[in-house]
């Protein structure tokens, strides 16, 4: 049997993985030079520094299991200690009612716990259609305006009463007053609301050399196994058997050189506009009309390294307030001291926008002279202290839910669950939100669904309805 895997994301990787172990004919596609998606991890001035901030929370036994037979692999169990900046002050994140009593004024305290617990009372009648609607009804308006609406406005672009209620289901961990009081009840404190089995409360698993060394390994392993993996390679066509909806060969390009793959079964993780755009002969007009309405948003990361050895004790801090430029930060060093050097620290800033719009267009200077003016406020980093920065950008980061985008989701979906040997899967080809954690599961499970030899409706169909319940653990 011959697979193709579009995209070396973890998804990809851990499909590819499990084909490749078992012998099969394995061509992993990826555009990028490198493997690991976002979840990836890259050498810089002697640091190992990730794609952003990454935890490793195993949610099942098998992907537990999994991740500690890598070769190579040696997880830390670190403390996850996370701030937001409110009301001038860096708060535990997630916020408790006891944090809000003792660490800001007596006025602002009581409009939140108000708010807070009024959202506890209040009728449940109302349909909950939006983000809006589900924090409000979850954690009370005032909290909703000062820290809920300006994240989802700096990460999103939009205004949270656009967007889907089901990105709020989907993205926020943080416990709802409901949840609280029942914790209260039971005895638990604020960081049980995100224990898992497999780890302790409070934690998350981390390799010591950065996020990448997951999936470094699991492509070492690949290539051992018989797998071929091709980097800065295109796909230009899936071609369709002429008389049966079914995928027939895959056409690539590298550097100017073609070549058309056969095979057996084309897993696909990349953006599902692009996966469709790649199909001959073309879909149905209005399947081509619905993926180009389904939009990503784009990412730059802005590294600064530091002239110090931390910069804070945190693995990463939240600014809502609309005074402030940046939304989120982390600290590479707090995740593992191993991946920067002991007289150096490095900050990754998280700036969401457009694929070329004016934000991804800016020079890296323009954007750390921003950067570092709000660091410079906030009390975390004077210039004087700073030894350089620079960035990288990725495309297609988060997918966009504007109310009433599962429209066109379904309509795209339902065309390619037509074509029997095609498998869309992961955070961009499902258009799902998801952790490490959760797209090894999907790669895996995908894997089992080529290896059954079943229809797609028959297995594939009810084996990802696991996928639903899946929920960020931010």
């Known amino acids: 049997m011959t697979v193709v895997v579009l995209g070396a994301g973890p998804t990809g990787l851990s499909s590819a993985f499990k084909l490749a172990s078992l012998k099969k004919d394995v061509y992993l596609i990826e555009k990028e030079s490198f493997t690991g998606g976002i979840c990836a991890s890259f050498e810089h001035s002697g640091c190992i520094l990730d794609l952003g901030p990454h935890r490793f929370t195993p949610h099942t036994k098998e992907i537990y299991e999994f991740v500690k037979s890598l070769a190579g692999v040696n997880l830390l169990l670190i403390k996850q200690k ?3 900046r409110l009301k001038g002050k ?14 800001l004024s007596p006025l602002v305290s009581a409009g939140y716990i108000l708010s807070f617990l009024g959202s506890a009372i209040a009728p449940g009648k109302k349909e909950i259609k939006t983000y809006r609607d589900w924090v409000i009804k979850r954690f009370g308006k005032n909290i909703y305006d000062d820290i809920f609406k ?6 999103w672009g939009m205004d949270p009463g656009d967007i889907d209620s089901l990105l709020a289901e989907q993205r926020i961990s943080m416990p709802g007053v409901k949840d609280i009081i029942l914790g209260m009840i039971k005895g638990k404190n604020k960081s049980d609301f995100q224990e898992g089995t497999y780890y302790p409360a409070g934690c998350f698993y981390y390799p010591e050399t950065g996020i990448g060394n997951i999936t470094s390994s699991i492509e070492r392993s690949i290539r051992q196994d018989g797998g071929k993996t091709h980097t800065l390679t295109n796909a230009t066509g899936i071609n369709l058997h002429p008389e049966k ?3 027939e060969s895959i056409n690539i390009e590298k550097s100017g050189s073609r070549e058309t793959l056969k095979t057996d079964f084309l897993i696909s993780t990349i953006p599902l ?8 002969p073309a879909p149905p007009d209005e399947v081509i009309k619905a993926s180009k309405e389904l939009k990503y948003r784009s990412l730059i990361l802005l590294y600064i390294i530091a002239r110090k ?9 939240y600014f809502p307030e609309k005074e402030f430029y940046l939304s989120r930060i982390s600290e590479q060093k707090n995740f593992s001291e191993k991946t920067v050097p002991s007289e150096k620290s490095v900050i990754c800033i998280e700036l969401s926008c457009q694929k070329d719009d004016e934000r991804w267009n800016q020079s890296d200077e323009s954007l750390f002279k921003k950067a570092i003016k709000d660091l410079e406020k906030s009390g975390l980093l004077l210039e004087s202290e700073v030894e350089s920065f620079f960035s990288r950008r990725i495309a297609h980061t988060y997918p966009l839910y504007p109310v009433g985008f599962q429209k ?3 309509t795209v979906l339902d065309y390619l669950k037509g074509i029997e040997n095609l498998i869309t899967n992961g955070r961009l080809g499902l258009f799902k939100y998801n952790n490490l954690h959760h797209s090894l599961e999907m790669g895996l499970m995908a894997a089992d669904h080529v290896l059954s030899g079943k229809p797609k409706e028959e297995n594939w169909e009810k084996m990802t309805k696991i996928f639903d319940a899946y929920k960020m653990i931010e």
């Open 408 to 410: 066109n989701l379904m």
């Open 245 to 247: 909806r079914a995928v």
């Open 82 to 84: 996370l701030k937001v």
């Open 150 to 155: 300006p994240i989802a406005m700096k990460t």
């Open 309 to 317: 050895s931390f910069v804070s004790n945190c693995i990463g801090h």
């Open 90 to 103: 860096f708060l535990p994140y997630p916020i408790s009612p006891k944090d809000i009593i003792l660490s």
């Open 273 to 280: 506009p692009v996966l469709i755009k790649l199909i001959n």
